[in-house]
């Protein structure tokens, strides 16, 4: 088993983390070719600034976590983000926003990416239940999006149901990163086998150099 570090990312999201500790954990992470780490907005551009020097991107959520805000509130957050020194973005989502508005306000919204990295969106499928799921997985078949996230901090038990559902019905060039609360080795691998272009993990500081020592 070899895992790739240039497809996990490292979700710091936790609203609760100091300066501090948010500082430290970036030097930490800084140190593993990961694909990208996730902050909040106002974590940004100090991010970005910590970073400096590694290839690893910086990731943020627009309308984050409810996502109920208006388009022009999403466009504003969208750009700010870009312009803060963000490359993966994900504009938060309802399911109940994909069959009316998805398609319309991504072509939107992924102008002010300026073309430097496709847009994608956040869908949060941790409270869905399964009838709910399924007919996500239809609505998302429909979109133009290439990227899609899908959850925080889901259970092994509920990536890996999202995953068989969306695997089904996913278009070619749709990526779909999964994030899950803290998985092992074994389970990150059974992800990627389940069909999971990315994860999202938040044990990174644990899993991180195990990965690795491994490869």
Known sequence: MELELQKISIMLIDPLCTDQQFTEEILFLKEFPVRSIFVLPYNVARAKQLLTGTMIQVGSFVDFPLGSGTLAKKAFETGQLYRDGASDVFVTMTPEQLPLHGNQSFQALEQLSFGRNALGYFLDSSQLTGNQKQ?????????????????????????????????????????????????????????????????????????????????
């Open 135 to 215: 007919v996500l997985t239809m609505d998302i078949a429909t979109l133009n999006v290439s990227a899609i996230s899908l959850g925080v901090n889901l259970t092994m038990e509920q990536a890996i149901y999202d995953m068989s559902l969306l695997r089904t019905g996913r278009k070619k060039q749709m990526t779909f990163q999964v994030n899950v609360k803290a998985p092992t080795l074994l389970e990150i691998e059974l992800l990627f086998q389940a069909g999971a272009s990315y994860i999202g993990i938040s044990n990174g500081r644990e899993i991180l150099p195990l990965i690795s020592k491994w490869n």
